[in-house]
Nanobody, 125 residues
Framework: QVQLVESGGGLVQAGGSLRLSCAAS????????MGWFRQAPGKEREFVAS????????YYIDSVNARFTASRDNARNTVYLQMNSLKPEDTAVYYC??????????????????WGQGTQVTVSS
């Protein structure tokens, strides 16, 4: 069992930055991959980024590559998503998720067993 709690969302102007945090409890945090997803109104949940259990490798979708950075601190059981140069199209509810079946985070939401409650990110133009 894994519990995930996100924080750090908010309202920011285009070009601004936010840092999302996802605190995990339960199963040993360093043993599994983590993913970040987002869901805008009327759209399906979209994969954004993933990070290996060790934090040594990350993967991003093209639209956020070079703007977003995923990282993790296994000592603090926390994963982060640093979001820079935010655009209005980044507006969505952002979720972290735990992929217990592999050391990295998969792209498909169906591969994730545990999800956080989500945090709203709104980027104004």
């Amino acid at each position: 069992q894994v519990q995930l709690v996100e924080s750090g969302g908010g309202l920011v102007q285009a070009g601004g930055s936010l840092r999302l945090s996802c605190a995990a409890s339960g199963r040993t945090f360093s043993g599994y991959g983590m993913g970040w997803f987002r869901q805008a109104p009327g759209k399906e949940r979209e994969f954004v980024a993933s990070i290996w259990w060790s934090g040594t490798s990350t993967y991003y979708i093209d639209s956020v590559n070079a703007r977003f950075t995923a990282s993790r601190d296994n000592a603090r059981n926390t994963v982060y998503l640093q979001m820079n140069s935010l655009k209005p199209e980044d507006t969505a509810v952002y979720y972290c998720a735990a992929d217990l079946s592999r050391p990295f985070g998969a792209r498909s939401p169906s591969e994730y067993a545990y999800w956080g409650q989500g945090t709203q990110v709104t980027v104004s133009s």
